[in-house]
């Protein structure tokens, strides 16, 4: 898969806008590639990505159409080799270490964490969700690793994702169950997982 060195993202509270400024976006720089679309919560997510100039050219574009319509964006001019595969539905798992879960109540918050993760530790990037079904607009990370990694590679991404007042929750857990860990590494979505049959107690 191709990458390029920038991505933004854009989330807005009004899909008319949302389509409007996105064909601003696209009219505006020659980018790369982009993906849009309603996603929950009644949003509509862009998400472009090409060279630095082009993608803060459209980024800047954006924001000048959407006014109070952005909930949240972000706009990454070096972006994390993973991090860009991720966004785009890569998965990565070493089925092994600590894993910790973050959610934050806008996408861009996510990708920023995720980000920010990457870049300062050695931790995989085992899914990121950009609000997809069943997570109401938010954006969801799972990060895989050894324990002193996730434990940074949390307090800096906590410290990206709350920027703008963004609400995050998370939890590291050091060492998960092995249905737990096989669960994961498979995807997070209820609809999406494999059924893990445990020699539970029948009677």
């Not at 064909?23 to 630095?52: H, N, V, W």
């Not at 861009?108 to 109401?136: F, P, Q």
């Not at 990206?160 to 050091?174: F, H, K, L, Q, Y």
Request: aromatic fraction near 6%; charged fraction near 20%.
């Amino acid at each position: 898969m191709k990458t390029f060195p920038a991505i933004a993202a854009f989330e807005f509270d009004d899909i008319a806008v949302g389509v409007w400024v996105t064909d601003a976006m696209l009219k505006r720089a020659p980018i790369a590639f982009f993906k849009s679309g309603t996603i929950t919560a009644g949003r509509y997510l862009t998400l472009i990505g090409g060279t630095t100039a082009s993608v803060g050219e459209s980024a800047g574009e954006a924001i000048r159409h959407a006014g109070d319509h952005l909930v949240d964006h972000v706009f990454l001019s070096d972006v994390h080799p993973r991090l860009y595969t991720g966004v785009l539905g890569a998965r990565r798992s070493r089925a092994s270490g600590a894993v910790a879960v973050l959610e934050t109540s806008t996408v861009s918050a996510s990708v920023r964490a995720a980000e920010a993760a990457l870049k300062g530790t050695a931790v995989e990037l085992v899914e990121i969700r950009l609000g997809d079904s069943g997570l109401a607009g938010k954006g969801l990370i799972v990060l895989e690793g050894d324990l002193h990694d996730v434990d940074a590679a949390i307090s800096l991404a906590l410290e990206r994702a709350g920027e703008g007042g963004v609400n995050v929750s998370w939890r590291v857990i050091p060492a998960p169950h092995d249905a737990l860990f096989a669960q994961i590494a498979h995807a997070s979505a209820f609809a999406a997982c494999q059924i893990i049959d445990l020699e539970g107690e029948t009677v």
